[in-house]
């Protein structure tokens, strides 16, 4: 253990030194893309292939910098399917962020955002970061959902949006890192610090990179 600017660094492996730790969930109907997305961001790979269903809850460790601090994220990945469904809600309550995805090729999959928030309001912890993600934003082709929808889905429940792919990798480095900033500052702000607002965060990394996600 060191300490680094008042805070206490930790460590669980020696390559694994962290200043704070973050319990990250990956939620949203099965197949729309939420081990790819973490497999995306952890090894920067794609998993293609035949597609295998999530059994249970895994997870997943990165620490990852923000502004010096060592920010560990460890994200569940949960199963999407109905019958993991009870498995999946005891883990809610330790969460402090949770990415809700859907598949921009699959209406249902939008469709039943509106009951995953139901879900999230009665099992999460109140101020839990939300992040809504429209994945498979390579696939246009296929596209079923607009994007205008998603971001009006997120601004009417107050949560931040961005569409992602991971196959390609657009926009999925810029979703952990914000949820990672959002998290930290959460953890590590002074009570006079302006409070940091991930929405605008998004929006403005968003124009930054001149990305339309
Ligand atoms: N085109 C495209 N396909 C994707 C993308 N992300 C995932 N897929 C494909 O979608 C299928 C399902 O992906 P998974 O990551 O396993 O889905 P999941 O949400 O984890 O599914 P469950 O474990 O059942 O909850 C796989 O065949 C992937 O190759 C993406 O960004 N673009």
């Known amino acids: 253990m060191s300490s680094r600017n008042g805070i206490v660094r930790q460590n669980t492996t020696k390559s694994e030194f962290f200043d704070v730790c973050c319990k990250v969930m990956l939620i949203g109907d099965s197949g729309v893309g939420k081990t790819c997305l973490l ?39 949960t199963a999407g399917q ?85 196959k390609t990798g657009m926009n999925v480095e810029l979703a952990f890192m914000a949820i990672a900033r959002d998290l930290k500052n959460k953890q590590t702000r002074n009570p006079n610090d302006p409070k940091f607002c991930l929405e605008e965060y998004v929006d403005q990394e968003k124009q930054k990179s001149g990305c339309c996600g």
Not at 124 to 147: F, H, P, W, Y
């Open 82 to 166: 109905e019958r993991f469904r009870s498995i999946t809600r005891a883990y809610y309550r330790d969460a402090q962020a949770l990415l809700l995805l859907y598949d921009i090729t699959s209406k249902s999959s939008f469709d039943n955002i509106r009951a995953w928030l139901s879900e999230i309001r009665e099992y999460a912890q109140d101020d839990v970061v939300i992040m809504l993600l429209g994945n498979k934003a390579d696939s246009t082709q296929e596209r079923r959902v607009r994007r205008e929808d998603g971001e009006k889905l997120a601004k009417d429940h107050g949560v931040a949006f961005m569409e992602t792919s991971a």
């Open 39 to 77: 497999v995306r961001f952890k090894d920067n790979t794609f998993l293609s292939g035949s597609f295998i269903s999530t059994v249970g809850i895994d997870f997943r460790n990165k620490v990852v910098d923000v502004d010096g601090t060592k920010v560990k994220l460890q994200i569940w990945d």
